[in-house]
């Protein structure tokens, strides 16, 4: 299993500066390279000041597409929509002009919202520039929920689906996620968590190997580039 390369912080503000520098730089040396960037965000409860950092960072946001790592499947009206927290945290300010790809449409399935938020996906560009993953206290990541039936087909490293509909376990609704390949081909693949608790829960998945388990274990046993975990208490 392949070990993240930690960076840790005193406090929850420094991390999301320094986080936001770095996504900043990246982003800005792949438009300078290929003449655009491609960000996927988590949503959850931890990346908000992140977002309200990045927000405000100078660099041409008019050549990033945003999207997100996994959403709910419910419209952006809708309090647990994360759509509706990159919409009123990320995409304000300097990176107002940045262009959005939701996971979630008005497909009448989770399905078809998966299969048009992949044609959208695939002309956005061969591969990630920056993705953010979160891990819930349970070891998911992404909408990879521990005992869910699809759990291997959303984590075959040779699936070809980038987005794909998915059950969670004890939540509410249907989810849309990333696969795999779509996630480890990243080109900067950081996890942001914060708290003592999932620390824990972080040195538990590193420290198995049962994916259905703890399914962020897919993560690090994949060929993915050496992640870069931000954590502060
Ligand atoms: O359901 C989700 O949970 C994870 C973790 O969220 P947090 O509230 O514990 O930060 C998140 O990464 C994922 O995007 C979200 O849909």
Known sequence: MNQ?????????????????????????DAIELRGRALLAVSGGSTPRELFKALSVEEIDWSKVTVTLVDERFVPPSHDRSNHRLVAACLLQNAAAPAHFIPLYNNAETPVEAARQAS??????????????????????????????EGLPELTSPTQEKPVMAAEGTGVPEP??????PRIAGAR??????????????????????AVEEMPIRAIFNSDAPSVQLYWAP
């Open 188 to 209: 900067l693949l950081v996890l942001h968590i914060e708290g003592a608790d999932k620390k824990e829960t972080l040195d538990q998945a590193l420290a198995g190997e």
């Open 4 to 28: 993240p390369e930690p960076h840790e912080f005193e406090d929850r503000e420094a991390l999301a500066q320094a986080l936001s520098n770095r996504i900043a730089t990246a982003l800005s």
């Open 119 to 148: 044609r959208q996906l695939e002309q956005a560009g061969d591969a990630i520039d920056v993705a953010i993953l979160g891990m819930g206290a349970d070891g998911h990541t992404a909408s990879w929920f521990p005992g869910n």
């Open 175 to 180: 989810r849309l996620t990333l696969t795999l």
